[in-house]
């Protein structure tokens, strides 16, 4: 299936990867899509939590928060 967004510019094509990784989980692709919810579910919950954030800012937000020596 192609869907063409801008003539010779910009068109969509879907494909199916049936084989993942090395030919690894062939025809299990619903378990790498739960696996997947599953995290973003995690990470969701972990911010509606309140817990530290991890990333760019994470050590400069614990210092300001003092859980972090300066």
């Keep these: 299936m ?3 967004v801008i003539p010779s510019l910009i068109h969509f094509r ?3 990867n049936v084989g993942a990784a090395f030919s690894i989980g062939s025809g299990a692709t619903w378990v790498f899509a739960l696996a ?3 995290v973003v579910a995690i990470l969701y919950a972990a911010r509606l ?3 530290p ?3 760019p800012r994470a050590g400069r937000t614990a210092r300001r928060r ?3 020596p300066r």
């Design 36 to 38: 997947a919810n599953v």
């Design 49 to 51: 939590a309140g817990l």
């Design 53 to 55: 954030r991890v990333g």
């Design 2 to 4: 192609s869907v063409t």
């Design 14 to 16: 879907l494909l199916y």
């Design 66 to 68: 003092g859980v972090l």
